[in-house]
């Protein structure tokens, strides 16, 4: 039997009861359009974490101490931009916050006591206004640079450059905002304000530095610079002095993180087409039982049984390759309608193509059985059924 002939037989025999044909699709166009969808929101959040240590640089290293009896302070700050070679820039970090008032409107906002260096190890440009200068960090400028969240919750969007607020009831200029940039692993700069570091270090009470942000020359020497940092702390204060957290590492384990998020989705989703598998079975054993008489009379003028197998066989994958081709379509609708209320999605031609083959596959898998079951009847039984 020619591809041609086995096409229109197939397609005669899924039209004969079009409603049946297209409940039974139905199955399948769910359970291949819920894969790629469900497929597409794991991308998407792959490619969010991505785009969002990107846009920091993953050649950033994060170093904190690790014991109580150990302090970091901004004289070993400056000794390790001279014992690194392979550093190309070390910001030092004070946590500090409080209530932020302005005209009568009040917050808590989170602050950071950091250099004038840290728009350019952030690359983190400005919306409006400049960044505080060496000559502000070293005289402790009552200035602060806020994020773009403040400014909306307090100037309602207004640009606030050259007025003043209230950190703990003290008076700051505001001479510069941020541009947005969303949020960074809960990281949330636009939720910040950042001030002078010896601001900062006065407000608390200390000459200590939380933690310092150290940026290598390139990705490729981020393991020398972690090593050679931690020897010099481990000369100093012993083993397991430091803890150094590492852009790339972090990035590595979200990534793996949000694969196998993305494959458990896409399992969930394949449920619902091995789902849809077993009604095709259902619908095509049905077929052969109302169809007995047909085999029979194609028997009887000569057909052999593998012409009949592959006919109910052809007729199963072809209903499953026109659900899989309407759940494809479905599916890319799907993911562009769950990228508009919310998470970002990104739909994966790989997921695409393997949905779709899972689906022909599915036809071919559960229309075996339908398949040999008309091609072992009698011409004979067939002829005679009613």
Not at 125 to 148: K, N
Request: proline share 3%.
């Amino acid at each position: 039997m020619k591809l041609s002939d086995l096409f229109g037989v197939s397609l005669r025999g899924l039209t004969t009861n079009k409603m049946r044909s297209a409940l039974t699709m139905l199955g399948v166009v769910i359970g291949v359009a819920s894969v790629i969808a469900l497929v597409s929101v794991g991308e998407g959040a792959r490619k969010d974490v991505v785009e969002s240590f990107e846009s920091i640089g993953t050649n950033i290293l994060k170093l904190y101490m690790n014991r109580w009896d150990a302090r970091l302070t901004l004289d070993q700050v400056n000794e390790l931009k001279q014992r690194v070679p392979d550093m190309e820039m070390a910001l030092p970090q004070v946590y500090w916050g409080g209530r932020v008032t302005y005209e009568g409107r009040e917050r808590y906002a989170s602050a950071q006591g950091v250099t004038e260096i840290f728009p350019r190890i952030r690359s983190h440009d400005l919306y409006a206004g400049r960044f505080f200068t060496a000559v502000e960090v070293e005289i402790a400028r009552p200035v602060v640079v806020i994020g773009w969240q403040v400014m909306q919750e307090l100037f309602a969007g207004r640009n606030p450059v050259g007025r003043y607020i209230f950190i703990e009831q003290e008076p700051f200029e505001i001479i510069g905002v941020l541009e947005e940039k969303g949020e960074n692993l809960g990281e949330g700069v636009d939720r910040m304000m950042f001030v002078p570091l010896s601001v900062a270090q006065r407000r608390r009470g200390t000459d200590k530095v939380d933690e310092v942000l150290l940026k290598a020359r390139s990705q490729d020497t981020v393991e020398a610079v972690q090593l050679t940092v931690e020897r010099i702390f481990q000369a100093r204060y012993g083993d397991d002095a430091v803890y150094i957290w590492t852009q790339q590492s972090m990035l590595e384990q979200l990534q793996e993180s949000t694969r196998t998020m993305t494959l458990m989705l896409g399992a969930i989703a394949g449920v619902s087409l091995l789902v849809g598998g077993i009604g095709v079975m259902n619908i095509m054993l049905v077929a052969v039982t109302e169809r007995t008489r047909e085999i029979g009379l194609r028997k009887a003028l000569g057909a052999r049984q593998s012409q009949i197998l592959l006919q109910f066989l052809f007729e199963s994958a072809l209903l499953c390759s026109l659900g899989g081709v309407a759940g494809v379509v479905l599916g890319i609708g799907g993911s562009g309608l769950v990228a508009k209320l919310g998470p970002k999605t990104a739909v994966s031609p790989a997921s695409t193509v393997i949905a779709f083959a899972f689906s022909v596959l599915v036809g071919f898998v559960f229309g075996v059985y339908p398949a040999m079951r008309a091609a072992r009847l009698e011409p004979v039984d067939a002829l005679r059924s009613d």
